[in-house]
C-alpha cells in the first residue's frame, strides 16, 4: 500500500511541477502536511542536501522521501513515479515536434505557465526564508535568527551581482556555518 501511496504521489508531482525542482516544492510541502513522512525542517535539510548533491533537485527529493518512507523499493518507487509523466510527455511531444513547435495554442499555454511557476517558486522561496531566519512557527513577528538573517543579506547581493555557480554560495554558506557555529 506505502508504495502506491509513494506511486501516486510522485506521479502527480512529476506530472504537475512545471520548471523542475523548485517547481515540485509546493508539492513537497504538500506532502508534509498529509503525510507523517517528514516536517518542514526535514524538508528544508533535504533540499540543503539535495542541491548540494549532483543531480536533479526532484529525484534526489524523491530519492530520499521514497527511502525515508519505504527503504530502498520506495526510493526506487518514488524517483521512477516522479520522471514517468516527464518520459511519456517528452516521448509523446518528439513525435508531433513540429505540430506542437509551431502551435500558437501551445505557445499561449508555455506563456501563461511562467509566471505562474515563478509565483509558485516565490511563495516557496517565502516560506524558505520563513524557517531559515524565524526561530518558531515559521511566522513573520516570531523571534528572528540574527545570525541566519545577516548570512542571508550577505548573500544575496552576491548572488545577483558576483553570478557564479550555485555549489560556491553553498560552500560558502556551509563553511559560515561551521566557522561560526550556526
Keep these: 500500500m506505502i508504495y502506491a501511496l509513494l506511486f ?7 506530472l504537475f511541477a512545471v520548471g523542475g525542482g523548485l517547481a515540485a516544492l509546493p508539492f513537497l510541502y504538500n506532502l508534509s502536511d498529509h503525510y507523517n ?18 543531480g536533479p533537485l526532484g529525484i534526489n527529493m524523491a530519492t530520499y522521501i521514497g527511502f525515508k518512507v519505504a527503504g530502498v523499493g520506495g526510493s526506487l518507487v518514488a524517483s521512477l513515479s516522479l520522471i514517468l509523466p516527464s518520459i511519456a510527455i517528452t516521448t509523446i511531444i518528439c513525435t508531433m515536434l513540429k505540430r506542437f513547435r509551431e502551435s500558437k495554442q501551445v505557445q499561449w499555454a508555455f506563456y501563461g505557465l511562467r509566471p505562474a511557476v515563478a509565483g509558485l517558486i516565490g511563495a516557496i522561496a ?6 531559515a531566519i524565524f526561530k518558531e512557527n515559521f511566522r513573520f513577528g516570531a523571534a528572528v535568527d540574527i545570525k541566519a538573517l545577516l548570512l542571508s543579506l550577505l548573500l544575496l547581493p552576491a548572488v545577483f551581482k558576483l553570478k557564479q555557480h550555485p555549489i560556491v554560495y553553498i560552500a560558502l554558506a556551509a563553511l559560515v556555518g561551521i566557522i561560526f557555529k550556526f
Design 8 to 14: 501516486w504521489e510522485f506521479l502527480k508531482i512529476g
Design 37 to 54: 513522512w517528514f516536517n518542514y525542517h526535514e524538508l528544508i535539510d533535504m533540499i540543503a542536501v539535495a542541491e548540494s548533491t549532483p
Design 126 to 131: 517565502l516560506s524558505l526564508l520563513q524557517i
